[in-house]
């Protein structure tokens, strides 16, 4: 019997965009150079950005 790949999660291409957003945003704070209320609303704004450019908002 010939294996079948599970479907995708249906919350697949929002995770992918929250992961870009959070890896592209929190350098700053990793490095110290940046608050953590800062950082989480650079990230908001980035995954705001990349869902609505996706039609996801």
Known sequence: ???VAPAPTPMQPYMGLLHT???AELAEFMA???????ALA???A???TAA?????L
């Open 21 to 23: 957003a959070l890896s």
């Open 52 to 56: 609505k450019e996706g039609g996801f």
């Open 32 to 38: 110290g150079s940046e608050d953590a209320a800062q």
């Open 1 to 3: 019997m010939p294996r």
């Open 42 to 44: 650079d990230v908001k």
């Open 46 to 48: 980035a995954y705001d």
